[in-house]
């Protein structure tokens, strides 16, 4: 059976198995964090089959490790999971002798530690526009134009390449660039009538307690649906959230890691395979939006 063992404020020394030569699997998170549980338990269960114990760093005990190379290299550790952009930056620090996959960052990070020293391959959150643009078409059919919200700083593509992308795929796109969060409520408004639905993209920067209840209240008030990133966020008040399944993320983690254990071409995809989707019913109705049917699926949620 799998060996898995929680290390809350256990010496990193620890993290290296029960026994001598024992390998195993170093994950960084933060066990408290719902999406954190999911991927761990889809790490857990793509790495049963291979031999290698799991063992769980605690992000919290993790930030108090010393920096230097030795803190990262107990033996029989074969690989490293970073969970996160925080827990990457803690590894990466370290300068580890065994591999790091990071995973549940967003592209921008990713581009950003590509060159980083013993990353060896990274597991995205970024929601393609292709994806977007295949729910939307399902849920609500002929409603085709789509705003974008976004920092600039994270954005891979252009306005104009998003806008080529969306238009082969039947869609108009506007893209608004965001920086600052006081910019949001002008940015949003700055689309009324011009868009069907307004996607907010991650970006911790932008969206927090303070500056989503008054955007939601904006979005209601000029009829303006937005997509959010998480089903939090829907339950918020945004008309859609689309977001990964964090469960299958960590499947997808857990076999890039297996295969770069294997010294295998790593060909598992870098951004989510499977996404869910929460609707909000109550926003819907008051917006006068109906959702098609295709919307009673399994992977989406009704929020009523």
Request: charged fraction near 15%; glycine fraction near 8%.
């Amino acid at each position: 059976m799998l060996a898995v063992s929680l290390l809350l404020n256990a010496p990193l020394r620890g993290a290296g198995g029960t026994g001598p030569g024992s390998a195993s699997v170093l994950v960084v998170a933060s066990p408290a964090v719902e999406a954190h549980r999911m991927a761990i338990q889809g790490i857990e269960a793509a790495m049963a089959k291979t031999g290698f114990q799991v063992q769980i760093l605690d992000l919290n005990a993790a930030r108090s490790l010393p920096t230097g190379g030795t803190a990262w290299a107990s033996p029989g550790t074969r690989a490293i999971i970073a969970i996160g952009s925080e827990a990457l930056q803690i590894v990466t620090a370290g300068h580890p002798a065994a591999p790091v996959i990071c995973t549940m960052v967003l592209q921008h990070t990713s581009d950003k530690n590509s060159a980083t020293a013993g990353v060896a391959a990274t597991v995205t959150l970024d929601v393609s526009i292709e994806e977007m643009a295949a729910r939307l078409r399902q849920i609500f059919p002929g409603r085709t134009r789509l705003g974008i919200i976004r920092n600039p700083a994270s954005g891979r593509c252009t306005p104009a390449q998003l806008q080529a992308r969306a238009q082969s795929l039947g869609f108009t796109v506007r893209v608004v660039d965001v920086a600052q969060p006081e910019q949001l409520l002008p940015a949003l408004i700055s689309l009324r009538g011009q868009v069907d639905f307004v996607w907010c993209t991650p970006d911790g920067l932008l969206y927090n307690g303070v500056t989503i209840k008054p955007l939601i209240l904006a979005s209601l008030e000029n009829r303006l649906p937005l997509i959010g990133f998480s089903e939090s966020f829907a339950r918020a008040g945004a008309a859609l959230g689309v977001y990964p399944d964090f469960n299958d993320i960590g499947l997808q983690t857990g076999e890039a890691a297996r295969q770069v254990m294997e010294r295998q071409p790593v060909r598992v995809p870098d951004s989510p395979r499977k996404l869910k989707l929460a609707i909000n019913q109550s926003v819907l109705r008051l917006l006068g939006l109906r959702y098609a049917s295709a919307a009673e699926h399994e992977e989406y949620l009704i929020l009523r």
